[in-house]
């Protein structure tokens, strides 16, 4: 039946929509990334701490979905660039605390345009980006009940 192969068809596949956006939007943040010395998963890191700076390796990865193992040598990465610090928690030796430096403190103000020239190149009005983004979180959450 031609109905069933249309199923596997890559084009309906949303995963693979989810995917090849996920590309172009690393793609596209790169060359922004690169002029404040950042990668893309640091970025991500530098967002959660500009919210909330002082915070557990653990809540770092609970944030970004990431787990320690693959944070942990982010993080060390990042501490060799004197973007944060990582020191043990005084209230619990096992974990890790990360604060930000006055450099990873500073690059918040350099970042500041990056979001509107990715809302630019993206070609979508602000409302439907965040109707996107509301969408996309819900789908998230969805499928992180199927673990």
């Known amino acids: 039946m031609k109905s069933d192969l249309d199923l596997l068809s ?3 596949q949303l995963c693979f929509s989810l995917y090849s956006a996920s590309l172009a939007m690393t793609k596209a943040y790169k060359p922004l990334l690169e002029k404040i010395g950042l990668t893309y998963p640091q970025y991500l890191v530098m967002l959660v701490l500009w919210q909330h700076d002082d915070v557990l390796v653990k809540d770092i990865g609970k944030a970004l979905f990431l787990d320690s193992g693959t944070l942990t040598p982010l993080l060390k990465r990042m501490e ?68």
């Open 10 to 12: 890559l084009d309906k």
């Open 80 to 147: 060799s660039a004197a973007l944060l610090t990582r020191q043990r928690d005084k209230a619990d030796e096992r974990q890790v605390r990360i604060t930000l430096t006055p450099h990873g403190k500073a690059l918040k103000e350099a970042a500041q345009t990056i979001p509107g020239q990715l809302l630019c190149a993206s070609g979508q009005s602000t409302e439907t980006l965040v109707q996107l983004c509301g969408q996309l979180t819900q789908i998230r959450d969805g499928l992180n009940t199927l673990r």
